[in-house]
């Protein structure tokens, strides 16, 4: 399911803007109906709404469809989807510094979870070099002592289309037989 790219932000405008459900609202932003409430009856709001209209997200038309008949739901536009699952394949774009200081406990689990996978696929995929990664997989890493491992994909490091990718990329070439050897 594709949703906005500022979902709540999108949500608080959409409160503001029109006689939308909360739960035409939650379904369209991928949020939970409580939360769509919760950012309704807030006095003060932390977030700035943003007009999906102006975005590009969202018709006038299909707001006013969905205004007039509950059980209508809103969807995006075919182009954003687009862009979006184009911005899926490449992978995760930017890393929150929160999440950054977790990579080493993602390197951790790829090498875990995915072992055929290479250093250099391994640190392409986190965005690192092949010296932390090799370091982490020999345990030699300074604070190998310290690292929790975590999924990358949870913390938003990596897509889990790009981590199939790499896993495949890495399968067949390994069963790929060697062209270089010569016969005697």
């Keep these: 399911m594709n949703y906005p790219y500022m979902p709540k932000s999108t949500a608080l405008w959409l409160i503001e803007n029109t006689a939308l459900t909360f739960e035409q609202i939650a379904d369209f932003c991928g949020l939970h109906e409580l939360e769509v409430k919760s950012i309704a009856d807030a006095e003060t709001y932390k977030i700035q709404p943003l007009n999906p209209i102006l975005s590009g997200q969202l018709t006038r038309e299909d707001i006013e469809k969905c205004e007039s008949d509950e059980s209508a739901r809103l969807t995006l536009r075919g182009e954003i989807v687009a862009a979006q ?20 406990g993602g390197i951790l689990w790829i090498l875990k979870n995915y072992p055929e996978l290479s250093d250099g696929q391994v640190a392409r995929l986190m965005r690192s070099t092949n010296p932390t990664v090799a370091s982490v997989r020999n345990k030699t890493h300074n604070s190998y002592s310290l690292i929790q491992i975590q999924s990358p994909i949870v913390l938003g490091l990596v897509s889990e289309s790009a981590i199939h990718d790499a896993v495949a990329k890495a399968q067949k070439a390994a069963n790929k037989p060697a062209k270089n050897k010569k016969k005697k």
């Design 85 to 104: 699952n184009k911005q899926n394949k490449r992978g995760v774009g930017y890393t929150p510094k929160l999440h950054r200081q977790n990579r080493l």
